[in-house]
């Protein structure tokens, strides 16, 4: 296949089709929708291995749409009836095969790769400073399922040369990447299927948290299964014969094979945690993970200003150091709380834009009132603990009035929760100066147990 033949094949097929709406689809999505991926630490730009995870999720929508063009290309010599004409040309079956395929593939790697491309030099332009391989695999193995799915239904549509084949198969595969599908609830990964037949599909879940990615036993294993269907594909397009058909199938059924051997059987072992990216950077008693890195330098001085505010405070008692929060858990579930650290979620409200003074506040809140439950784009949280960070954080700092940490809500129950606030806080002023400490620290005491009361405090039932 030289490159003129292969140039008039773009030019007069509709495999430039797809790679071109697969790009323009993605980026529509992406550019057009103001949606989740634009938000947080596992923002589309936000990393390399989340920005490779945003995209690779695209699939769930062109793997039908390529299955169909696939379909409707393989289709083109029965439409045109020149199947017996073909058939009678010297040229080798494998060749005449081999320029569909070819043309389809790179118009699929240039229209993906150009999407990786637009994604990462938004990444590269971003405040991360960590650049690390490790997420390659993912774009890759996205292209290659892309290219796999296309070719086979090319091969089954000129072995079933019916116009049901087309959309036949493309409902297959929407029922099939629905039900194959993974998505991450929590620390776990979870499918309507077992773990290995669902990891048969490439489209991965959306990521939720910055660390997560997929291990090496997911890539190879994938690999393997697309590479099998892969050849599958050119295969039927090249068998001329009912047997040569029959033996086609065999490297599918191999690569399947081999690939639930090597895929993970159990769903924690499927998206596990980048261990280079969660390494910790740290300047002192501060630490943070590689991926968050260029957190570190503004940060750093203000968490030492917060623990000197938060001794001064709590004594013996105080946390001595501060830390990125790196724990997996579900979405709305309790965080654990230690006692000797200041957790800190860069996707939480309080710090998302924190800089100055105001991530001072942030931290000597957290750690004189730290919360069970984070707020974040993806998780509410509770008024009541934002309500009592506030009053700690005010209190701590020696403000004349109560001074929220987050804007305020014009919903009735944020009106009430906030009435009720400013008058714990009056009640709170109005104690002796010992007497405030007391209840400051178990505030403290009861938020790490998670069984802090709004409305309790000033009473010095915070804990009850």
């Known amino acids: 296949m030289n490159g003129r033949v292969l140039r008039t094949e773009l030019k007069r097929s509709a495999a430039p089709w797809a790679g071109a709406v697969v790009l323009a689809g993605s980026l529509a999505v992406f550019f057009l929708i103001d949606g989740i991926w634009w938000q947080g630490t596992a923002g589309w730009t936000a990393q390399w291995t989340t920005m490779a995870m945003w995209t690779r999720s695209q699939l769930a929508f062109w793997m039908p749409f390529v299955v169909g063009i696939g379909a409707v290309y393989g289709l083109r010599e029965r439409r045109s009836r020149m199947t017996e004409l073909l058939a009678t040309t010297p040229l080798p079956a494998w060749r005449r095969a081999a320029l569909p395929a070819g043309a389809t593939a790179l118009a699929l790697v240039v229209g993906f790769g150009l999407l990786t491309i637009v994604g990462g030099t938004q990444v590269a332009l971003g405040p991360t400073t960590y650049t690390g391989l490790g997420w390659l695999p993912i774009p890759l193995v996205a292209v290659l399922g892309l290219v796999a799915a296309a070719v086979f239904a090319m091969g089954v549509a000129r072995t079933l040369p019916s116009v049901l084949t087309p959309p036949a198969l493309v409902v297959a595969c929407l029922v099939m990447t629905n039900m194959l599908r993974v998505r991450i609830e929590g620390e776990v990964p979870e499918s309507r299927t077992s773990n290995r037949l669902g990891l048969l599909s490439p489209v991965t879940a959306e990521p939720r948290q910055m660390l997560l990615t997929l291990s090496d036993s997911v890539h190879l294993g994938q690999t393997v299964w697309l590479l099998g269907l892969l050849a599958t594909g050119l295969a039927l397009l090249a068998a001329a014969t009912r047997r040569a058909r029959l033996l086609a199938v065999t490297p599918a059924l191999a690569g399947a094979a081999v690939a639930l051997l090597i895929l993970p059987a159990a769903p924690r072992d499927s998206y596990v945690v980048d261990k280079a990216a969660a390494a910790m950077v740290c300047d002192g008693p501060v630490c943070v993970t590689q991926a968050s890195r260029s957190h570190l330098a503004e940060l750093a001085p203000r968490a030492r200003e917060a623990l000197s505010v938060l001794h001064d405070v709590l004594g013996d008692k105080a946390p001595t150091s501060v830390r990125e929060d790196t724990a997996l858990r579900a979405l709305g579930d309790p965080r654990s709380l230690p006692g000797d650290a200041v957790l800190v979620d860069f996707d939480e409200q309080l710090f998302i834009d924190a800089s100055g003074e105001d991530l001072t506040r942030a931290l000597v809140a957290q750690g004189l009132a730290p919360s069970c439950h984070a707020r974040t784009s993806r998780e509410g949280g509770g008024q009541d603990d934002v309500a009592l960070q ?75």
């Open 390 to 464: 506030s009053m700690a954080v005010s209190w701590a700092l020696g403000d004349p009035a109560l001074r929220p940490m987050v804007e305020l809500a014009t919903d009735e129950y944020s009106r009430r929760t906030w009435a009720d606030a400013d008058a714990a806080w009056q009640e709170l002023k109005g104690l002796a100066p010992a007497e405030q400490r007391s209840r400051i620290a178990e505030l403290r005491t009861a938020a790490l147990s998670c069984t802090a009361r709004l409305r309790e405090l000033p009473a010095g039932g915070a804990s009850r």
